[in-house]
């Protein structure tokens, strides 16, 4: 049984840089595809990032494509997002969420394929 837990998010300006981790255990990040997702206030959660369980396949929304980076630790078993040039948009609930049936190259982008998630942390961005 795969476990959650988010760190790193916090207040920053609009343009300013947080990373996001994602800690792992019960299974290595390298056996899942890991993905990361947001929940704005009154909104549906959305797709972020994902990562394949090789680490080959990396999707992006289009709205952070060359701002956002999602990357893996195999040692560490934890998975990371890279977020530059943040904007006010960017804010909202991260959480980043496990796939074990994605075991390879593939990520889905579908909440509803995404079994384990974590509790959340909080990205606040200002204008």
């Known amino acids: 049984q795969v476990q959650l837990v988010e760190s790193g998010g916090g207040s920053v300006q609009a343009g300013g840089s947080l990373r996001l981790s994602c800690a792992a255990s019960?299974?290595?990040?390298?056996?899942?595809?890991l993905g990361w997702f947001r929940q704005a206030a009154g909104k549906e959660r959305e797709f972020v990032a994902g990562?394949?369980?090789?680490?080959?396949?990396?999707p992006y929304a289009d709205s952070v494509k060359g701002r956002f980076t999602i990357s893996k630790d195999v040692a560490k078993n934890a998975v990371y997002l890279q977020m530059n040039s943040l904007k006010p948009e960017d804010t909202g609930v991260y959480y980043c969420?496990?796939?074990?049936?994605?075991?390879?190259?593939?990520?889905?982008?579908?909440?509803?394929?995404?079994?384990?998630w974590g509790q959340g942390t909080q990205v606040t961005v200002s204008s």
């Open positions: 990562i394949s369980g090789d680490g080959r396949n990396t």
């Open positions: 969420a496990a796939d074990p049936m994605r075991i390879t190259t593939s990520v889905s982008g579908q909440p509803r394929d995404y079994d384990t």
């Open positions: 019960g299974r290595t990040v390298s056996t899942f595809a």
